[in-house]
Antibody
Framework: QVQLVESGGGVVQPGRSLRLSCAASGFTFSSYGMHWVRQAPGKGLEWVAV????????YYADSVKGRFTISRDNSKNTLYLQMNSLRAEDTAVYYC????????WGQGTTVTVSS | DIVMTQTPLSSPVTLGQPASISCRSS???????????LSWLQQRPGQPPRLLIYKISNRFSGVPDRFSGSGAGTDFTLKISRVEAEDVGVYYCMQATQFPPTFGQGTKVEIK
């Protein structure tokens, strides 16, 4: 079955970096665009970034542009989110989701930015 | 960005009774390809979001038929014909017609 498993979250100080991963299985990963969406504690959903199926195009929310980088390794069926210059307001659960319709979501990984 | 506005923000319902959630977009969600990319997501307590409905009215795989979606243009509705205990959670509408994708604030469905 289709499965997305995020990892790499943790507690990090402001200004530091973190890299999230999303391992995909059960579908042809290289055929689908992928998104990262985040959810701050007690809040709603916020789209973060998208990458085309072949990595040719990448787009970001204004709130993370210049600090976060989305990438993928289709040979490893894995999606990444490199997060630099982290801020307290980046504290959230980060989800990877499949396809433009966000058909399937992972369980999420928690990022806490705190000194 | 397209703003998605949901009403109500909270919906206490009796088990077995219907529930309805509205979602209004700040612009038409009709894409140039003729499709309307309006989806509904369910997030049960402590769980990730799950796709229920896509392109206004299409139920995703495994979604019970008590869930239905309708609407057009800028006004959309999610209906639960008979609420069950497992339907408790927060429901979000989402548009993917125009970049970036945006979500409604969420509607909390709870049992009276």
């Amino acid at each position: 079955q289709v499965q997305l498993v995020e990892s790499g979250g943790g507690v990090v100080q402001p200004g530091r970096s973190l890299r999230l991963s999303c391992a995909a299985s059960g579908f042809t990963f290289s055929s689908y665009g992928m998104h990262w969406v985040r959810q701050a504690p007690g809040k709603g959903l916020e789209w973060v970034a998208v990458i085309w199926y072949d990595g040719s195009n990448k787009y970001y929310a204004d709130s993370v542009k210049g600090r976060f980088t989305i990438s993928r390794d289709n040979s490893k069926n894995t999606l990444y989110l490199q997060m630099n210059s982290l801020r307290a307001e980046d504290t959230a659960v980060y989800y990877c989701t499949l396809g433009n319709g966000m058909d399937v979501w992972g369980q999420g990984t928690t990022v806490t930015v705190s000194s | 960005d397209i703003v998605m506005t949901q009403t109500p923000l909270s919906s206490p319902v009796t088990l077995g009774q219907p529930a309805s959630i509205s979602c209004r977009s700040s612009q038409s969600l009709v894409h140039s390809d003729g499709n309307t990319y309006l989806s509904w997501l369910q997030q049960r307590p402590g769980q990730p979001p799950r796709l229920l409905i896509y392109k206004i009215s299409n139920r995703f795989s495994g979604v019970p038929d008590r869930f239905s979606g309708s609407g057009a243009g800028t006004d959309f509705t999610l209906k639960i014909s008979r609420v069950e205990a497992e339907d408790v959670g927060v429901y979000y509408c989402m548009q993917a017609t125009q970049f970036p994708p945006t979500f409604g604030q969420g509607t909390k469905v709870e049992i009276k």
